[in-house]
């Protein structure tokens, strides 16, 4: 099996299972609950909390369990009352849709476009903000085409403004060194299953001073901004691979993306072909390219049967046939946008596997092209132009 889709989620690192499993089991207790064996379920909770909060910078009153990105990015959004949104065009559907929502209750969205390669222009920002606007939302990394945002800079802006900013970072944190204080943002949205944690969790960070409605009513959890009784063995999972992710950074960051560069350099020899995303400013692990002349669903799915995974665009578009929203944001082509195929890299993948990535695509590509209606145009068209 040949893995390069952890953008859209990473095998579980063996210590998170390991740190987990007690609390599937003898530590079964309540966290709430006052006895002794219960209060030691809140004591791991809270390590778990101090654990997420030093590794990113924050203080641990400031780090709010969830059920994942996407209820992080929800309660965000959600959680201020709103007038005018600021976000981006390039958003994951967590943060775009529940703006489209929003929308439909009455609250007015700007759209901030992004340059060819993704990045949104601090001057647009800053042209955008109006008045009344209440919240600046902005990816930090584009899970499709991995460009990073200058988040910083962005909040230079919005502090200035005195507006909250909130960035959806699930593809930041434990791939780049992040400091939330450097950052400069009010928010920061975070998914244990990106870094090798499990699924089903995550924290969204919340400065202090910060207003923040509850979006999950009940119980008071997590002082009283997120109820029901806490994913323990999810939180404790979530710190132990968030802890191990960050201690590895300082050699995982270069070697993925030595391994980054050598795929992109050598899909890129395949002709007609080009890279999707910033060159520079990029994930370590993304990889995206498009294929001109034949679909990228077709060419996953040779991929696919010979054990090998990737992804078009983002995993949640899979299946859909309109071309991913990210894509015509940096104003590809309908053909080159539905050419596209994401190759995401995490721990486990080595150089071994790039080779034996290139053994099953070049042929595959070929093979597509052979069959392509759109390339025989092109051959007959180059020839007439001989
Ligand atoms: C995966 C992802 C999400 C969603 O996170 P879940 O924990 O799966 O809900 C949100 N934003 C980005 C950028 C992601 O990559």
Do not use: W
Not at 44 to 58: E, K, M, P, Y
Not at 112 to 117: H, K, S, V
Not at 179 to 204: C, R
């Amino acid at each position: 099996m040949l893995y390069f889709d952890n953008a859209a989620t990473t095998p579980m690192r063996p210590c998170a299972l390991e740190a987990m499993l007690p609390f599937l089991s003898e530590n079964f207790y309540n966290p709430s609950s006052v006895y002794g064996s219960a209060r030691k379920v809140r004591a791991a909770i809270d390590d778990a909390r101090g654990a997420v909060a030093s590794a990113i910078g924050a203080n641990p009153d400031e780090i709010f369990f969830t059920s994942g990105g996407t209820e992080s990015n929800n309660h965000a959004l959600k959680g201020l009352p709103a007038k005018h949104i600021i976000t981006t065009a390039a958003e994951h559907h967590a943060v775009l849709y529940v703006c489209k929502h929003l929308e439909k209750l009455g609250c007015e969205v700007t759209y901030l476009p992004t340059d060819n390669e993704g990045t949104i222009r601090a001057d647009d920002l800053a042209a955008a903000i109006r008045p009344d606007t209440s919240l600046v939302s902005i990816i930090s990394a584009n899970n499709e085409v991995g460009t990073i945002s200058p988040i910083a800079k962005f909040s230079e802006i919005t502090n200035q403004a005195g507006i909250p900013l909130h960035t959806d970072a699930v593809q930041m944190v434990g791939n780049v060194p992040l400091d939330v204080k450097k950052l400069g943002v009010q928010m920061l949205s975070l998914s244990a299953h990106k870094f090798g944690g499990p699924k089903g969790v995550g924290a969204l960070y919340v400065k202090k001073g910060t207003p923040l409605f509850p979006l999950i009513l009940g119980g008071a959890q997590e002082r009283n901004r997120r109820a029901g009784t806490e994913n323990v063995a999810g939180i404790i999972g979530m710190s132990a691979a968030l802890s191990e992710a960050i201690a590895e950074i300082p050699t995982e960051l270069p070697r993925i993306t030595a391994l980054r560069d050598e795929l992109i350099k050598k899909i890129l020899q395949i002709p007609h072909t080009c890279l999707n995303g910033a060159r520079e400013n990029r994930l370590p692990g993304n990889v995206n390219i498009s294929f001109r002349f034949i679909e990228g669903e077709s060419l996953l799915l040779h991929l696919d049967m010979q054990n090998c995974c990737a992804s078009t665009g983002s995993a949640c578009s899979s299946g859909a046939l309109e071309p991913s929203h990210v894509l015509m944001a940096l104003g590809l082509s309908h053909e080159l946008a539905n050419g596209a195929l994401r190759f995401s890299l995490g721990a486990q993948n080595t150089s071994d596997d790039i080779e034996n990535l290139m053994n099953i695509l070049t042929p595959a590509v070929e093979k597509l092209r052979n069959l392509s209606p759109l390339y025989d145009d092109f051959l007959k068209t180059s020839e007439h132009r001989r």
